[in-house]
């Protein structure tokens, strides 16, 4: 039907070019370029026109917007010098982006970072000069804008540019400008991540986890590995997102092996271990318990090698040997055994020792059924470099136009519906930003459904900078628009929208709260039933949770089914009848003795107008 659609309105649209009435074609064009899941053919052969057009009523931002879709280089060439600088620098980048040869690839991002530099926009400039292997270029951008950032209240921004003057200083070889930016990126980001767990952004929290992680990776100091580690952890399992959980805790163990820090290492072990035998993971819990012995063995080995004093060993050893005792393994145990009582140590504990490694003479190991996390459960756990993503966006301000371009000239990443509704909302954006404060409340309601047919991450900052608008009709529509968002980072803007004195935002807000519902939405969900005073809040976020189909989300339903009152009960049980999934049910069963005679039949209700039984 869109085809069809474009089909037609693009002979419309060249029949009234023929007739010369061109702002009748353009118009035509226009609504052609809104049907966005048109066949390629149609869709490029009405882009033609349209990009010709565009040039005739001299649109040349909305005339190359068009050509970063089509991918024409020497259409765009023809227009570089009619474009502001900042466009010109980004089409060189998407020019070296494209370029195959080495050498030729490496003057292309040289020619965009000058460009950049140019416009104004250091992050882009460095991270070019980057890619142009120019990196003493890029640490004096680097060192600039970390200077620039450091007073500020942007902590987080500060943290990464301070991180990036540390990588650019570590391939330059200047270890000590690299220590002294590391020391000032750590600082920074312990702060940013304490704030943003502070006013629960804790998806940005995890963010500068992950840069410690890298940092601690970089500068081979462990330290900084562990903190990143533990607390990215803390935050996937609070987020019930179990399986990236369990990676990570398996990617810090391999670094801790290579690092030979066994003792850290022997720690993590056994806290996987735990957690996986309470997702209901024995294997992996198995094999939890036997990486933290061994390592516990390595830990003594070391001591022992390094002359430390026999107590350390002995510790590290009796904790190998509760580990292998939980599995059976009792001729390791007895092993061990023999192995404590050859330690420098008092006599009398020798002979203990000695007494006990010979109880285990004749003992075997049991069956070892342990096992790493299955292929098939494993996630891509790959990470963007925030360290440069995020700075980019920092330095965007939230100008939609910037964040639409980037996703039209990604055709690596993104399909060409949504490269479309990108290209269709930068145009829109254009002449957004073109009017500035006198921009009608209208065309930024239109922009943000623009923006809300995207659905990407990236597009979060733009709607965030349309919500400060002073138009209620307008926060109205960023909080429609983030009803297809599902991100974490959402419920900041919609929290703020539960908040805002326009009767008509708030309720926008819940119904966009009750369909912000997957895994990893409980916490903020939660955090609004537990924190805010207003009742169809509490009841939107609760009819959300219902539908979540997680053991935390059963939990805390069949807790708000005995301790809430009549409202909060009500969402509950309306949000049950709705779901999918088995959590809820299985947790009632499990609770269904300590559950009093009215939340019983409620439940039991609640699952029969869904077709099952308790």
Known sequence: MSTAAVVSLHQQARQALRAGNGGEALNLLWQALDKTTAREAEYQAMLVDLRALLVRQRMFRAALSVDWYRGDGEAERELLE????????????????????????????????????????????????????????????????????????????AALARFNLARASNV????????????????????????????????????????????????????????????????????????YALQQYEEALGMARERGEFAAGATLASEMAQYAAA????????????????????????????????????????????????????????????ALSELELGEARRA????????????????YEGAPLPAHLRQDTSYPDVWHVDLIEWEQHGRASDACADVVLDAAHYSEIIRRRALVARLAALDVEAEGERAPAASLV?????????????????????FTSPAPEVRGAVVRALERFMYKRSFVTVRAALADAEPGVR????????????????????????????????????????????????????????????????????????????????????????????????????????????
């Open 279 to 338: 997702q209901g993971m024995p294997q992996l819990a198995a094999h939890g318990i036997r990486t933290s012995a061994l390592m516990w063995q390595s830990v003594a080995e070391a001591a022992q090698k390094n002359g430390l004093p026999a107590e350390l060993a002995e510790n590290a050893l009796l904790a190998a040997v509760a580990s292998f005792a939980r599995q059976g393994q009792f001729a390791r145990v007895g092993q061990l055994y023999t």
């Open 172 to 243: 330059l070889g200047d270890n000590a400008g690299a220590h002294q930016a590391v020391v000032g990126s750590v600082h920074l980001l312990e702060e940013a991540a304490d704030r943003y767990e502070q006013i629960g952004q804790r998806e940005r929290a995890f963010d500068c986890y992950q840069v410690l992680l890298a940092i601690g990776k970089q500068s081979d100091e462990f330290e900084h590995v562990l903190e990143g580690i533990v607390n990215a952890v803390r935050i996937l399992r609070e987020d019930h997102l179990r399986y």
């Open 352 to 367: 203990a020792y000695a007494r006990s490694a010979k109880r285990y003479v004749s003992a075997s190991d049991g069956g």
């Open 507 to 614: 309720a926008q807000a819940y119904k966009t709260l009750e369909l912000l519902r997957f895994p990893h939405a409980f916490d903020p969900l939660a955090r609004v039933v537990r924190e805010s005073s207003d009742v169809e809040a509490r009841k939107a976020a609760l009819r959300a949770i219902a539908r979540i189909d997680t053991a935390e989300a059963a939990e805390m339903v069949l807790s708000v089914l005995q301790h809430e009152g009549q409202a909060e009960r009500a969402a509950a049980l309306d949000g049950v009848k709705k779901g999918r999934g088995g959590a809820f049910a299985q947790a009632a069963r499990g609770a269904w003795g300590s559950l009093p005679a009215q939340v019983q039949a409620s439940v039991r209700d609640a699952l029969a107008a869904r077709g099952e039984a308790v």
């Open 446 to 466: 239109r922009l943000c459904e623009l923006l809300g047919q995207i659905e990407l991450y990236t597009i979060l900052a733009p709607l965030e900078t349309l």
């Open 82 to 157: 009619q474009v502001p600088v900042a466009d010109r620098a980004r089409t060189l980048e998407s020019w070296a982006e494209l370029e195959r040869d080495p050498g030729r690839a490496k003057k292309r991002w040289a020619a965009a970072a000058e460009v950049y530099e140019e416009a104004a926009l250091p992050a882009r400039a460095a991270v070019c000069r980057e890619r142009a292997e120019d990196f003493e270029q890029a640490r004096v951008l680097w060192s600039r804008l970390a200077s620039a950032l450091e007073d500020g209240p942007d902590r987080y921004a």
